[in-house]
């Protein structure tokens, strides 16, 4: 194939010419993928540890997965309106079999999944209020929960929820949580694993706010976005401390990271809450994101990908543990997915990463790792020299 070594700087001339902003900071511009590998459109092959984020658990273009995307889409991809169609109750008893909830309402999106999340923990509050005036969650500083309380673009009618007020509180403190609660408190909203730190919290602390939850009757609700589904070694990140959540709140890992999807998943006793808010996403029962999804969580037991996550990953945090630099001050992470603390801005070191064929996540001073669960050993060490190398510089 002839390369074009213009292409890349013409497209993002492109981009910045005609777009509304600039998306990424790597001066890098993808055409295809396959597995755990990316290239650009210079014909370079790389390593991809971003894996949307995270989400996609089955690599890129899984074949099964890619197949249900084609098919459906020639089937039938949209219905609109409230037409029912034959692909979303294969999908609720799917989710709610693997998860062992009862009741689950699919969204178009992780953001309307946790705007459900929220207006329900908001009708349960106005049930129970003490107080007048609104009802608040309590939330975690760094958390990387959606910044609209209720669904993106829904008018709040007289007499609906409109969404409750977040009161945030230092990450991992029990005891702020436990004096934060008052009055007007609904619920705790938690992701089990910091999504932008990859921070892991205490011991103890999941099952903490689980046992706050019932002694105060407020809801626990868990934003499962990136850390479940298989990510962290379980199939969801609150299984390692057993403290089962409320409401269980599931994004685009869904479909394998392919189509927008969201989920909120609860017992049978707190379906009604759902009601307010069923029926808002007029993507929410998309047939061909339905069908992706299927095929997505298929593959996610069919291949153990959440063994696959526990044992690579112990793997994975072991070598990086390992490694003798003093650029790297402290290692972090939980099944495939590891957090690398710098002593230095991480962004120009992600650069140089992807100019030599590893894409990485990240935020200042942090080099984060989140593979496709597919990826084999020999690729992790692959990627691991690659680091040794840059941070012993």
């Not at 934003?223 to 599931?250: K, S, V």
Request: net charge negative; aromatic share 4%; charged share 20%.
């Amino acid at each position: 194939m002839k390369i074009d070594p213009g292409l890349a700087g013409r497209l993002i001339e492109q981009e910045h010419r005609f777009g509304a902003q600039d998306r990424s900071p790597l001066e890098l511009v993808c055409a295809r993928a396959d597995g755990v590998h990316i290239w650009d459109v210079q014909g370079r092959r790389l390593l991809d540890c971003l894996a949307g984020d995270g989400v996609l658990h089955a690599g890129h273009t899984q074949v099964r997965i890619a197949s249900a995307l084609v098919e459906q889409g020639l089937r039938l991809a949209t219905t609109g309106g409230n037409l029912r169609n034959d692909r979303l109750p294969p999908l609720l008893e799917k989710l709610c079999i693997l998860s062992g909830f009862e009741t689950a309402l699919v969204l178009g999106g992780e953001s309307e999944a946790l705007g459900a999340a929220l207006l329900a923990a908001e009708r349960w509050g106005t049930r129970r209020q003490e107080a007048p005036g609104g009802v608040e969650v309590l939330v975690f500083e760094g958390h990387d929960h959606g910044h609209g309380a209720g669904l993106p673009g829904r008018a709040a009618h007289a007499g609906e929820p409109s969404g409750p007020v977040l009161r945030p509180l230092p990450w991992g403190d029990l005891a702020a949580a436990r004096a934060a609660v008052g009055p007007r408190t609904c619920a705790i909203l938690v992701e089990p694993v910091g999504c932008r730190t990859v921070r892991l919290p205490p011991r103890g602390f999941l099952k903490g706010l689980r046992d706050l939850c019932d002694g105060e009757g407020l809801l626990l609700l868990a934003d499962e976005t990136r850390p479940g589904l298989g990510r962290t070694g379980r199939l969801f990140a609150f299984e390692h401390e057993g403290a089962r959540p409320d409401l269980l709140i599931l994004g685009n890992g869904l479909t394998g990271g392919m189509l927008p999807l969201g989920a909120l998943l609860a017992s049978g006793a707190l379906r009604d809450l759902f009601e307010p808010v069923a029926g808002q996403s007029s993507s929410a029962a998309n047939p061909l994101a339905c069908a992706v999804a299927c095929a997505a969580l298929t593959v996610l037991v069919d291949e153990h990908l959440p063994d696959r996550a526990a044992e690579l990953g112990a793997y994975l945090l072991a070598r990086l543990r390992a490694l003798d630099t003093p650029r790297l001050q402290a290692v972090r992470g939980l099944g495939l997915w590891a957090g690398l603390e710098l002593g230095c801005d991480a962004a120009p070191l992600r650069e140089v990463l992807a100019q030599e064929g590893l894409l990485c996540g990240g935020n200042e001073r942090l080099l984060t790792l989140s593979p496709p669960l597919v990826i084999t050993r020999e690729q992790l060490d692959w990627a691991v020299e690659k680091l040794e190398r840059l941070l012993g510089r």
